[in-house]
């Protein structure tokens, strides 16, 4: 039951192309963001459409094939745990982050 403490499974589409980083110790990382949306009726029967933009981290094996093969459109099937992190930005900042890290990927569609 442990491994369901921590668990996001995601279905969305692209917003831009991803992020490749290739970092000094030979490792490569993949950022991304993805669109989930999600349809309801409400109470004058209006379809309302409520998007949620996801960030996501891949990193490895998981981010090469995300530059071969992933780009701004396709949609992915993802599934990672939740990480906050967090920075100074150039004022002096504290600023958050919450990212999908990503362990399973699966292209859908065409």
């Not at 990480?83 to 890290?101: A, F, H, L, P």
Request: positive net charge.
């Amino acid at each position: 039951m442990n491994t369901l403490r921590n668990k996001v499974q995601l279905i969305g589409n692209l917003g831009k192309d991803p992020e490749i980083v290739n970092l000094e110790s030979g490792k490569t990382l993949a950022k991304f963001s993805i669109a989930t949306n999600e349809s309801y009726k409400n109470s004058k029967g209006e379809k309302i459409t409520d998007t949620q933009w996801h960030n996501i981290v891949a990193w490895g094996k998981t981010a090469q094939i995300v530059e071969k093969f992933v780009s701004k459109g396709k949609e992915v099937a993802i599934e990672g745990k939740l990480t906050t992190r967090s920075w100074e930005d150039k004022d002096g900042m504290k600023r958050y982050i919450t990212e999908v890290v990503c362990s399973e990927l699966l292209m859908l569609g065409k």
